[in-house]
T-cell receptor, first 113, second 113 residues
Framework: GNSVTQMEGPVTLSEEAFLTINCTYT??????LFWYVQYPGEGLQLLLK?????DKGSNKGFEATYRKETTSFHLEKGSVQVSDSAVYFC????????????FGKGTMLLVSP | DSGVTQTPKHLITATGQRVTLRCSPR?????VYWYQQSLDQGLQFLIH???????AKGNILERFSAQQFPDLHSELNLSSLELGDSALYFC????????????FGPGTRLTVT
């Protein structure tokens, strides 16, 4: 079946540091890949997505590239801000039919000034 | 704001009771998905409805049921509640033709005492 594995957190960084959160997946076929972010006390928000191999999703300075050969979709940001402190979820979904999302366990990011 | 609304925001009830959670999808979206988020299980898919019909079931207990009404809002019914049902319950909706892209509501926090 489908599964998503994320690095365990919390990830603790100082403001303006470089961020990488690793995500690898197992899936049949060619899934779509997503990063969702959950700020404290809020629901999940779609951060970025990639629907096919070598696609790069980007939003708000965050980027992730769909790597089929390594089955990975690592999240990166060049310079984090305190306001980026949140829980980040990697997820996958089939590209056809009625798709459900399979989530990783989430990685908490804490950015200090 | 994702455009998905959920009520109530918080719910506190006793074991053995029954509650109903409500979700209204984004305008134009026909699909509604329900998820449960707990500390030990992470984010788990419960059930998916499309235009009033059940399309997929995930890890949904027999004590739980859902439906989607003609106006496309959905309700998740939880009965014979147990302490372990305490969790955040999210609903999400997806655009027509892009069922792999889901937008989440703010969630309902259920506490069973």
């Amino acid at each position: 079946g489908n599964s998503v594995t994320q690095m365990e957190g919390p990830v603790t960084l100082s403001e303006e540091a470089f961020l990488t959160i690793n995500c690898t997946y197992t899936a049949t076929g060619y899934p779509s890949l997503f990063w969702y972010v959950q700020y404290p006390g809020e629901g999940l928000q779609l951060l970025l997505k990639a629907t096919k191999a070598d696609d790069k999703g980007s939003n708000k300075g965050f980027e992730a590239t769909y790597r089929k050969e390594t089955t990975s979709f690592h999240l990166e940001k060049g310079s984090v801000q305190v306001s980026d402190s949140a829980v980040y979820f990697c997820a996958l979904s089939r590209n056809s039919g009625y798709s459900t999302l399979t989530f990783g366990k989430g990685t908490m990011l804490l950015v200090s000034p | 704001d994702s455009g998905v609304t959920q009520t109530p925001k918080h719910l506190i009830t006793a074991t053995g009771q029954r509650v109903t959670l409500r979700c209204s999808p984004r305008s134009g979206d026909l699909s509604v998905y329900w998820y449960q988020q707990s500390l030990d299980q992470g984010l788990q898919f419960l059930i998916h409805y499309y235009n009033g019909e059940e399309r997929a079931k995930g890890n949904i207990l027999e004590r739980f049921s859902a439906q989607q009404f003609p106006d496309l809002h959905s309700e998740l019914n939880l009965s014979s509640l147990e302490l372990g049902d305490s969790a955040l319950y999210f609903c999400a909706s997806s655009p027509i033709g892009a069922s792999y892209e889901q937008y989440f509501g703010p969630g309902t926090r259920l506490t069973v005492t």
